[in-house]
């Protein structure tokens, strides 16, 4: 009989066990897949706005939240703006679009500190930022705020929200921070795209002044100064107008058209009537 019993015992332990490892398994691919798909979702994301919406939704689907956020820190470092947000109410979005890096929220201090924000309970919350009672509606009591990290300190952070009270163990801490990171990562890589954007679109109007100068300065070589001025307002149209007239005031007051280009040929005949309302100068 005890020899039974032993093995009773032994063969529960071991089904238990079984158990147990089939259910981290289990877990462990579920949070693959959940990272995978929010891999996917920030690779496709070429702003930082096209992030924020992809982070949020998808790192709300991978903690299971009901609702969530992204801020940035804004430029001068005072501020934290709501760049997404998902599952609150409107009105209450409205109020704090925007608020200080120094307020007394979970948000905010998660960027000070630069670590994990946990907030398990509505107890838990009341005791700790007691200022919030009465601002923040009752529908989620529970957060968890994550810093964006980039070379060691925090520009932002990713809140989500739960209507019920959490418990976060320490495989929930480790899909928070892996969320957190590639969040981060896609937020600098989208601000970088778009400061090489404009970095390459002020190249690129910084060539064409160039081209307009020199072209405006081989233009002006010419002794014909009528035609000279008709070629440099062909050729400041398109690049800086729309169009161009040039008009000259003789030793007698009169003024006379010499010159004229418009983007649209029917504006160009336009153009040239015009000049008969400026026959004098004032």
Same mark, same amino acid.
């Given at each position: 009989?005890?020899r039974?019993?032993?093995?009773?015992?032994?063969?529960?332990r071991?089904?238990?066990?079984?158990?147990?490892?089939?259910?981290?398994?289990?877990?462990?691919?579920?949070?693959?897949?959940?990272?995978?798909?929010?891999?996917? /979702?920030? /690779?496709?994301?070429?702003?930082?706005?096209?992030?924020?919406?992809?982070a949020v939704?998808?790192?709300?689907?991978?903690?299971?939240?009901?609702?969530?956020?992204?801020?940035?820190?804004?430029?001068?470092?005072?501020?934290?703006d709501?760049?997404?947000?998902?599952?609150?109410?409107?009105?209450?979005?409205?109020?704090w679009?925007?608020?200080?890096?120094?307020a007394?929220? !979970?948000?905010?201090?998660a960027?000070?500190?630069?670590?994990?924000?946990?907030?398990?309970?509505a107890?838990?919350?009341?005791?700790?930022? !007691?200022?919030?009672?009465?601002?923040? !509606?009752?529908?989620?009591?529970?957060?968890?705020?994550?810093p964006?990290?980039?070379e060691?300190?925090?520009?932002?952070?990713?809140?989500?929200?739960?209507?019920?009270a959490?418990?976060?163990g320490?495989?929930?801490?480790?899909?928070?921070?892996?969320?957190?990171?590639?969040c981060?990562?896609?937020?600098?890589?989208?601000?970088?795209?778009?400061?090489?954007?404009?970095?390459?679109?002020a190249a690129?109007? /910084?060539?064409?002044?160039?081209?307009?100068? /020199?072209?405006?300065?081989?233009?002006?070589?010419?002794?014909?100064?009528e035609?000279?001025?008709q070629q440099?307002?062909?050729l400041?149209?398109?690049?800086?107008?729309d169009?161009?007239?040039?008009?000259?005031?003789?030793?007698?007051g009169?003024?006379?058209?010499?010159?004229?280009?418009?983007?649209? !040929?029917?504006g160009?005949?336009?153009?040239?009537?015009?000049?008969?309302?400026?026959?004098?100068?004032s």
């Open positions: 009989i005890g039974r019993a032993a093995l009773a015992v032994e063969n529960a071991l089904v238990a066990a079984a158990r147990r490892a089939q259910r981290d398994a289990e877990r462990a691919a579920t949070r693959t897949i959940r990272l995978q798909t929010l891999s996917a /979702a920030l /690779a496709g994301a070429l702003t930082p706005n096209d992030v924020a919406v992809a939704r998808q790192g709300v689907a991978a903690i299971g939240a009901d609702a969530g956020l992204l801020v940035l820190v804004s430029p001068d470092g005072r501020m934290l709501v760049m997404e947000a998902t599952g609150y109410d409107a009105r209450h979005l409205e109020q679009h925007r608020f200080s890096v120094d007394a929220v !979970p948000l905010a201090e960027v000070r500190t630069g670590s994990v924000v946990i907030v398990p309970s107890e838990e919350r009341d005791a700790r930022y !007691p200022r919030m009672t009465g601002d923040v !509606p009752a529908t989620y009591p529970a957060s968890i705020c994550v964006l990290m980039a060691g300190r925090s520009f932002g952070a990713l809140g989500l929200s739960f209507r019920d959490i418990v976060v320490d495989e929930d801490r480790e899909l928070l921070l892996a969320v957190a990171r590639q981060a990562q896609a937020v600098r890589r989208a601000t970088l795209f778009d400061a090489e954007g404009v970095a390459r679109a690129e109007a /910084a060539g064409r002044r160039l081209s307009f100068l /020199a072209d405006a300065s081989a233009a002006l070589a010419s002794l014909d100064f035609t000279t001025l440099v307002a062909q400041a149209v398109p690049s800086f107008a169009y161009v007239v040039i008009d000259l005031r003789g030793d007698d009169s003024i006379r058209r010499v010159a004229s280009a418009h983007v649209d !040929p029917d160009a005949a336009i153009l040239q009537g015009t000049s008969r309302y400026y026959r004098r100068a």
